[in-house]
């Protein structure tokens, strides 16, 4: 089975700084590869994802992210942290089940960014 | 707005008890899963249907179960309800990957579960 190991369950940063929150995962066949956010009393919300056509995937409110097979590793960027990136963020990967058509999502236990002015 | 739809939005209800949440997949997904998320546990993955059949069960308590219907809606319920139940209950949806290549699952809003 695959899994998410996301490092920091907290992480605090300034207002302005980079953010960048690790993942890595395990996974014995090309991961599909997720980042997600999830807002106070709100849902998952999909950042951005990798689907192994390119490395380097960008993603909603100037996060990006960078597939680092040797790694096994898919960090999360952003250059300039604002208020409002406040939030849990959650690394996923995505594990073929049995059967046709579908998928599982294994989750990271989530980095809860915190963003000081 | 992920177009996935979970109703009811909090519930509050007594040890013992049963209830049923309700969870409207995007048009056109086939895939629905049930996830819980509580502050000691994460979000651990429940059960997953596919086209009205199960295909997966995560940590799924004997308690708990889920169906999927022919119009796609899944229920979940979860029976003699205890203290530790109460959690966050999110109902995700994704496309059949067959036709689309797409394996992402958009989320809906949760139903918060309070035990009491």
């Known amino acids: 089975a695959q899994s998410v190991t996301q490092l920091g369950s907290h992480v605090s940063v300034s207002e302005g700084a980079l953010v960048l929150l690790r993942c890595n995962y395990s996974?014995?066949?090309?991961?599909?590869l997720f980042w997600y956010v999830q807002y106070p009393n709100q849902g998952l919300q999909l950042l951005l994802k990798y689907t192994s056509a390119a490395t380097l995937v960008k993603g909603i409110n100037g996060f990006e992210a960078e597939f680092k097979k040797s790694e096994t590793s898919f960090h999360l960027t952003k250059p300039s942290a604002h208020m409002s990136d406040a939030a849990e963020y959650f690394c996923?990967?995505?594990?073929?089940?049995?059967?046709?058509?579908?998928?599982?999502?294994?989750f990271g236990k989530g980095t809860k960014l915190s963003v000081i002015p | 707005d992920s177009g996935v739809t979970q109703t009811p939005k909090h519930l509050i209800t007594a040890t013992g008890q049963r209830v049923t949440l309700r969870c409207s997949p995007r048009?056109?997904?086939?895939?629905v899963y049930w996830y819980q998320q509580s502050l000691d546990q994460g979000l651990q993955f429940l059960i997953q249907?596919?086209?009205?059949?199960?295909?997966a069960k995560g940590n799924i308590l004997e308690r708990f179960s889920a169906q999927q219907f022919p119009d796609l809606h899944s229920e979940l319920n979860l029976s003699s309800l205890e203290l530790g139940d109460s959690a966050l209950y999110f109902c995700?949806?994704?496309?059949?990957?067959?036709?689309?290549?797409?394996?992402?699952?958009?989320f809906g809003q949760g139903t918060r579960l309070t035990v009491v």
């Open positions: 048009s056109g997904d086939l895939s």
């Open positions: 249907y596919y086209n009205g059949e199960e295909r």
């Open positions: 996974s014995s066949v090309p991961p599909y």
């Open positions: 995700a949806s994704s496309e059949d990957v067959r036709t689309t290549g797409n394996t992402e699952a958009f």
């Open positions: 996923a990967v995505s594990e073929r089940l049995r059967g046709a058509g579908s998928y599982q999502l294994t």
